[in-house]
């Protein structure tokens, strides 16, 4: 050993000796490691560090979920007759919702808040700490709700346990809140990264959804952390079990109006789609039951659907494979339309009547009490979308319809109008069937479809109460700071007050012992009545007769506005910006007085929020 080496071993058996003799908590051996290279290490050599670790174990994490699942499903889709098919389509998505409601219950206490939009809550709102039960209570709910049958996709639990592993690793090895966020959304990202095989789609889900309104410079752990995802999966999986597709046709730009309609079809779909899960998340929620009634319920019916339709059971991707296969009569022949018989049309009812139900039964499957996303529905539903509207063409008597292509495409353009993520969408697509040829036509429905659904709602509706109570980040920067300042924080409670009916001797007394520029004026209960200025009162200690209307009376004026104690940040900037006021009382419900915020302590609060949270 060289003496370079010699030195770093002795410097990193000085630092273990003093970690586990000073140190509070108790370390394992490679947190030791861990540590020491922290102390040694700059902070983006950490940081990208960090990031192949998270990557890594996201990563493995994603491997096990998808493995289960795909297990599940192998051994009742190829090893079991339909007849015996339908027992479990009877019984199992039944059993998936209500054991995974069991489950939250009795063992995560009834913690069930779940996807995405508790990930963006716990970044605007917790300071990017996730729980630590998130880094195997999404993968357990998931792999019961999904395995069993449950309508749903894996990948938004597969994300959430990635931000919980980024936000775990930040907080073990005491890192501030900007890296915190950037190790959460890397694991986010690891996690897509290694559901899809996509790194670069993982990145951009980070970027378009998880940083929304968030300043970063550091790109590296991301970058990192999607790749290492990515090969986790790459090298761990089977090819059958990755959301891939070989079976395509070269682009065309002879086909571009076959894109253009089904870009309008794709963002009409969108929509109806949200809708249906926003009636029945309404639904669900006001039902006067308990959880596993509603789960009970919820199980029953998304039973039946698969029962009648069973390419709805599960995440659906192996029939989406199929018909891009051209291989949709074995489709047909696992449901009860093989009795009606291989027509055209009975094809276009069959794909249109699940396209339809596919909302339906997803939003059952997690307003209910299971667990999921819709990353899985929206692509099993865009492929639908696009499939039907190439079967109509085609009976139509159009020639040379771009089937396969449309099947592809049509995945994108779902998504992006479900989720609001086009670019996410873009490269999900383009890196999962290798068509890089195909980003005109990815481009061309995924911007009408997520122009489409922005028209609608400028918000995604899942997301749309959080971001109207400002408990989530949106696009505007500013307002995300001044969110997550709180009105309790910023008052000065320090003020001189007078009572309503005091002397003008007492009033005297305050104003020649006071240090501030204002006196509160109360009635009974200590109820606000208004303020006194010292710019009213100087003029008359000048006069002869100044004394004599140095009254309570004489000189309170009402406040130009009253702040109410857990008043929004941003409706206080709004009224300081209309009143011109620089200070504002601040009062509780009943009236009674609190303090006085100013204009410089809230600004002076964003300056240091602004501070903190940029790159």
Known sequence: MNRSSIKKFYSFLKFRRNFTRYSLQKAKSYEIVLFWLKSILSRNQFLILSGILVGITCGLAGVVLKSLVHYIHHVITY???????????????????????????????????????????????????????????????????????????????????????????????????????????????????????????????????????????????????????????????????????????????????????????????????????????????NLKMGRIQKAAIGGAVLSVLCVLYPPLFGEGYDTIKAITNGQIQEVIANSFFRFIGYHEWVVIVFVAVICLLKAFSASITIFSGGNGGNFAPSLFAGGLVGYAFALVCTQLGIEHVPESNLVIVGMAGVMSGVLYAPLTAIFLIAESTYGYDLFIPLMIVSVISFSMAKWFSSVSPDLEKLARQGKIFTREHDRNLLSLLHISDLIDKDIQVVHVDASREELAGLIRAGKRNVISVLGEGNKFVGTISMDDVRPLLFTADGYTMLTISHLVKPAPAVVQEFENVLTVIKKFDETGAWNLPVVKGDGEFVGFISKSSVLNSYRQLLRSHSG
């Open 79 to 285: 090893r079991v007759h339909f007849e015996r098919q339908v027992f479990f389509y009877i019984l199992f998505p039944f059993l998936g919702i209500v054991l995974t409601t069991v489950v939250v219950q009795f063992f995560f206490k009834g913690q069930d808040r779940k996807g995405i939009a508790a990930v963006l809550y716990e970044i605007a709102q917790n300071s990017s700490i996730v729980s630590s039960v998130k880094m195997y209570s999404q993968i357990v709910q998931s792999a019961i709700t999904v395995g069993l049958g449950g309508s749903a996709g894996l990948e938004s639990p597969i994300a959430v346990t990635g931000a919980a592993i980024g936000s775990n690793f930040a907080q073990t090895y005491k890192l501030d809140y900007r890296e915190r966020t950037l190790l959460l959304a890397a694991g986010a990202t690891a996690g897509i990264a290694s559901a899809f095989n996509a790194p670069i789609a993982g990145m951009m889900f980070a970027f378009e959804i998880l940083l929304t309104g968030v300043v970063f410079f550091d790109f590296f752990p991301l970058v990192v952390a999607a790749v290492c995802g990515s090969l986790t999966s790459k090298v761990l999986l089977k090819e059958s079990v990755l959301f891939q597709f070989s079976s395509r046709a070269p682009f065309d730009y002879h086909n571009i109006p076959f894109y253009l309609l089904l870009g309008i079809l794709c963002g009409l779909y969108g929509r109806y789609y949200v809708l249906i899960g926003k009636y029945v998340d309404q639904w669900f929620h």
